[in-house]
C-alpha cells in the first residue's frame, strides 16, 4: 500500500484536481479576477459556450478535419505496425533483425520540428528534393506547391505519421508474438503448414486480444491529441493550405492561448473528451460483442 501510495497521490493532483477547472466551461471566465476569484465570482452562462461552439463554421471545420485525419491514420496506419512485426518475426537473420528493429524505432524520437524542416525541404518549390527530381526527369513541367496546395497535406500529413511511428507502435506486436508457444508453429511444420499458413492460423489468432485492445484505445481518442496532428498542423500551417489544417487542437490553442477566451476554449475541450468516452464505451461495447475481447 505504501508503494503504490505515491502513484495515487500523482493520479489525484495531476488527473483529477484539475477536473475541477471544467467548471469555467459553463461560465464566462474572467482572468481579471484572479486565478481565484476568476474561477468562483466569474458569471454563469451555462451552455452558452457549447452553443457558441457548434455555430462557429471555423469550429464545425475543425472538428471535422480531426475526424477525417483520424480515419486516415486508422485505417492505413493502424495495420502497418502488425505487418510489420509479422514480417520482422519471419525473419531468421538475427543481425540483421535487429538493425531493422533499431532502425524502425529512430524516427520516434525525432521531435515533429525536426521532421516538419525534413518536410519543407522535401517539398519545397524552390531547390526541394521531390521537384527538383520531378522536373529532372520531365515528369512534371513546373515545379509543384506541394505544400500550398490542399489536397496534397493529407497524404503528407498520413505519410509522415507511419513512418514516424509504425516502428514504435510495433514493439507491443513484437512483445506478444513472441509470446507465442514455439511448439505451435513446430507442430504446424511437422503437418506440412507454409509460413503463410502459420501466420493466417497460429500468429494473427494469437496477437489478436492485443490488436483489439489497441484498436479501440485508438478509437477512442480519434478526437482527442493523437497521432502527433497538433505538432504538425501547427507547424505546416500557412494562410494556403489553413483550410485543411486547421483541427480541434489547434482551434482550442487559439481560442484559449491567442485570444485568451479561457472559458470556450474550456468548453470544446470537454465536448472532445465527452465524444473520447463515448466513442471508446461504443467501441469496447462493439469489440465484446463480436469478438469477446474489451477493456471492462
Known sequence: MILVLPVILWMIIFNYIPMLGLVISFKEYDPYLGPLEGFIKSRWVGFNNFAEAFTDKYFISSLWNTIYYSILNLVIGFPIPIIFAILLNELTNVRFKKFVQTVSYLPHFISWVFVVGFIYVLF???????????????????AIPFLATPKYVPPIVVLFNIWKSFGWNSIIYIAAITNIDPTMYEAATVDGAKRFAKIWYITLPSIKPTVVILLIFSIGSMISPNFGLFEQMYLLTNPMIQDVTEIVDTYTYKMGIVLSRYSYATAVGLFRSVVAVILLTGANFTSKK???????
Open 124 to 142: 519545397a518549390v524552390d531547390n526541394g528534393l521531390l521537384n527538383g527530381l520531378l522536373l529532372k526527369f520531365n515528369l512534371t513541367e513546373e
Open 290 to 296: 463480436l469478438t469477446g475481447e474489451s477493456l471492462f
